[in-house]
């Protein structure tokens, strides 16, 4: 896994993790590496520090061993689906900012609360819009012009600030 700082066209800055680097690059070429903050595809890494630990037998210029201060090693903090053994391409790592913490409150919320529909979302809200589904709370994916006809038939549907969990084998 790897932590790459990145940010949005609109200057928003998050941090997010990668099974690789490889794995950035496909991400972010098909358009699937979003902000945390606005939503926006159009990511890239920011300048950031690389974790670096020197060696064990660092060697000054003039040969000798240089003394080295006992540092603690400290894990970099780990994001919870990472610990629970969850691997997902572009996992955000703790939110940082009030905006960030209120969209993965209300992530967590949606995700507990309703019945996740991927891709059925239309035809699952249409069809409890027409009384021929029994009525709950759900959430899924849907094509922009296919939630504008919801939304012209009167059905009560709105975007959320954020993409659904996808789910792996």
């Not at 969209?103 to 009384?131: C, D, P, T, W």
Request: with cysteine.
């Amino acid at each position: 896994m790897i932590q790459y700082s990145l940010k949005c066209a609109d200057g928003h800055s998050f941090d997010s993790w990668f099974q690789s680097a490889a794995a950035f690059d496909k991400l972010a070429a098909a358009g699937m590496v979003s902000c945390a903050v606005c939503g926006g595809s159009r990511v890239e890494k920011a300048v950031m520090a690389p974790r670096v630990r020197p060696g064990r037998t660092a060697v000054s210029a003039v040969g000798e061993p240089e003394p080295q201060a006992a540092a603690p090693a400290v894990p970099a903090p780990v994001p919870a689906a990472v610990a629970a053994g969850r691997r997902e391409p572009g996992m955000l790592s703790r939110p940082s900012g009030e905006v960030e913490k209120a969209i993965a409150e209300l992530r967590r919320k949606v995700e507990e609360n309703s019945e996740y529909v991927g891709g059925r979302f239309v035809q699952e809200a249409r069809a409890m819009h027409l009384g021929e589904a029994p009525e709950r709370a759900i959430h899924g994916e849907a094509k922009l012009e296919d939630a504008r006809e919801l939304i012209e038939d009167g059905v009560p549907v709105m975007p959320l600030p954020f993409r659904p969990g996808r789910k792996s084998n």
